[in-house]
């Protein structure tokens, strides 16, 4: 089963979105539960600029990990009639779903709080980026175990939530292609998908990249093959829409 959360810069967005249920149906038609869930927008109301933004922003990834955690309890604590499996579940978000979906499995990795929500020895079995990024507050990412396979949707020119990487000292936010590298140094299970000459639109492009999607599902999930595959993509089937290029544009 899949647990998603929604996207929204952390101020707004909702999980029934009709272009989310779409791409849930498809998931669901190829035998894939999926929880959409809500979580705390750190960000709704808030109006603050400069250092101070950078605590809210950590702030509001914490709240919603924290929530995906909540989440996840409930779920396997009532696998059994939900009708799955506690031992397959896959995280995975947009944008700032995103960024909460993969900075739960490194959180999960490294033993940071909130993980202690969860139950002992839990882990997850696969994570789904759509143009995700990870928070560091300790200088580049590094894993103290070995995470679940990811799969990293992104486009290349993306700067909202950074393809590559923002860091001043020991604050970073690490994006799909950074977080590859990690995972390629250490020999971990990945997928990256690097759509070139897209921004942010691949955050919502969810319907259109489903072919990756199941293969990383069947492959690296069910399968658990250890599959580990880089690729560049220029589809012209993938519509383009890149009005959405800075933070700016998100939060004017």
């Not at 999960?108 to 909130?114: K, R, S």
Request: aromatic share 12%.
């Amino acid at each position: 089963a899949i647990i998603f959360s929604f996207g929204g810069g952390f101020m707004g967005g909702r999980r029934d979105k009709p272009h989310y249920q779409q791409w849930i149906k498809i998931l669901n038609d190829n035998g894939y539960p999926v929880f959409s869930i809500d979580y705390r927008l750190g960000l709704k109301g808030v109006s603050v600029k400069g250092v101070k933004m950078i605590g809210a922003i950590r702030h509001s990834i914490y709240i919603g990990v924290e929530d995906l955690y909540s989440a996840t309890d409930y779920i396997i604590r009532h696998a059994e009639e939900l009708g799955v499996d506690a031992g397959n579940l896959v995280i995975s978000g947009s944008s700032a779903g995103a960024i909460i979906a993969v900075q739960a499995e490194y959180d999960l990795c490294n033993g940071f709080a909130p993980s202690g929500m969860l139950p002992a020895g839990f882990r997850y079995a696969g994570v789904m980026s759509f143009s995700g990024a990870i928070f560091s507050t300790h200088g580049k990412v590094r894993y103290a175990e070995a995470p679940a396979p990811q799969l990293l949707l992104h486009g290349t020119e993306d700067r909202v939530v950074t393809y590559k990487s923002l860091r001043i000292f020991n604050l970073g936010l690490f994006g799909s292609s950074r977080i590859a590298r990690q995972l390629d140094k250490k020999g971990y299970p990945y997928t990256i998908v690097r759509y070139a000459g897209h921004t942010h639109d691949i955050a919502d492009l969810m319907y259109y990249t489903v072919p990756e999607q199941l293969r990383f599902l069947e492959e690296s999930v069910v399968k658990k093959t250890g599959r580990t595959a880089d690729i560049l993509l220029d589809d012209p089937a993938i519509p383009v829409d890149n009005s959405l290029r800075t933070l700016g544009d998100l939060y004017k």
